[in-house]
Nanobody, 123 residues
Framework: RLQLVESGGGSVQAGGSLNLSCVAS????????MGWFRQSPGREREGVAV???????TYADSAKDRFSISRDNDKNVVFLQMNNLKPDDSAMYFC?????????????????WGQGTQVTVSS
């Protein structure tokens, strides 16, 4: 299993950018899909972007063309570069690991979760 720690959240104005990081400790990082998910008050946790163990990425429609997920298997880190942020992107962002081949829609298949990092976007 992996232990996950997110960082990089903060408060930005609409149109700004943030780069989230998630550092994993544990074995076999490269064999997991790694994903970013978000949850805001009163809403269910939703997938934002996932990069599977083969390096293939999938994105929620809300994230396409603005967000980019990447991973560094040598350093056990997964990133989420977020550009052109909107107030609707405000949420707690979580990193999680899942089965080898996963997509952003497979929220329930993800096992280990970090504590989250808060993103707040003001208009």
């Amino acid at each position: 299993r992996l232990q996950l720690v997110e960082s990089g959240g903060g408060s930005v104005q609409a149109g700004g950018s943030l780069n989230l990081s998630c550092v994993a400790s544990g074995d076999l990082f490269s064999t997991y899909s790694m994903g970013w998910f978000r949850q805001s008050p009163g809403r269910e946790r939703e997938g934002v972007a996932v990069i599977d163990a083969d390096g293939h990425s999938t994105y929620a429609d809300s994230a396409k063309d603005r967000f980019s997920i990447s991973r560094d298997n040598d350093k056990n880190v997964v990133f989420l570069q977020m550009n052109n942020l909107k107030p609707d992107d405000s949420a707690m962002y979580f990193c999680a690991d899942g089965p080898f081949y996963s997509t952003y829609e497979d929220v329930r298949d993800f096992n280990d979760w970090g504590q989250g990092t808060q993103v707040t976007v003001s208009s």
